[in-house]
């Protein structure tokens, strides 16, 4: 049976909490996920779902176990996590959403401009570089921060 593409071991996150001192969110969780899964995570709020996503994408350190990816360390494999919510600023275009993101990823300024009208080229949004947030539906805001999210994690690509 081939490797599982992610690995979570035991893992073991406390939060401090005001009125009981530490609430355990979840503990001595084990999970495995092969390549080409789709997987869902269910619960009611406060279970760990996004406390779990937070700690795959390396937001978030469990107080113990391992997260591991096709045998590697959590720390070495870069990920980007999509929110229900786009992260975009209200006062930049698409193409300046997008450039921002490249800027802060440390990409030259000269590279700025093509890098962001490829990106949103590549995600179906040609000819919405001048749009702002608002006037874009909520799919095209998920992939302008879909490229936002790329810059960070990717910046040389």
Same mark, same amino acid.
């Given at each position: 049976m081939p490797e599982p593409l992610l690995r979570? =071991?035991?893992?073991?996150?406390?939060?401090? *909490? &005001?009125? *009981?001192? !530490? @609430? $355990?969110?979840?503990?001595? +969780?084990? +999970? /495995?996920?092969?390549?080409? =899964?789709?997987?869902c995570l269910l619960g009611p709020s406060g279970c760990g779902k996004s406390t779990l996503l937070n700690a795959i994408a390396g937001q978030e350190p469990l107080n113990s176990g391992t997260i591991c990816f096709a045998g590697a360390s959590a720390k070495p494999v870069r990920i980007a996590m999509v929110w229900q919510s786009d992260s975009l600023m209200p006062w930049k275009t698409a193409q300046g959403n997008v450039e921002f993101s490249l800027s802060a990823s440390g990409v030259p300024s000269n590279e700025h401009q093509p890098r962001a009208v490829r990106w949103l080229e590549a995600v179906g949004l040609a000819g919405f570089e001048k749009y702002y947030p608002a006037q874009l539906s909520a799919?095209?805001?998920?992939?302008? /921060? +879909?490229? $936002?999210? !790329?810059? @960070?994690?990717? &910046?040389a690509a």
């Open positions: 979570i =071991e035991n893992a073991v996150k406390r939060f401090s *909490s &005001p009125s *009981s001192g !530490r @609430l $355990t969110v979840f503990d001595g +969780l084990n +999970l /495995s996920f092969a390549s080409g =899964e789709f997987v799919g095209m805001r998920q992939r302008v /921060s +879909l490229q $936002t999210s !790329r810059n @960070l994690i990717f &910046p």
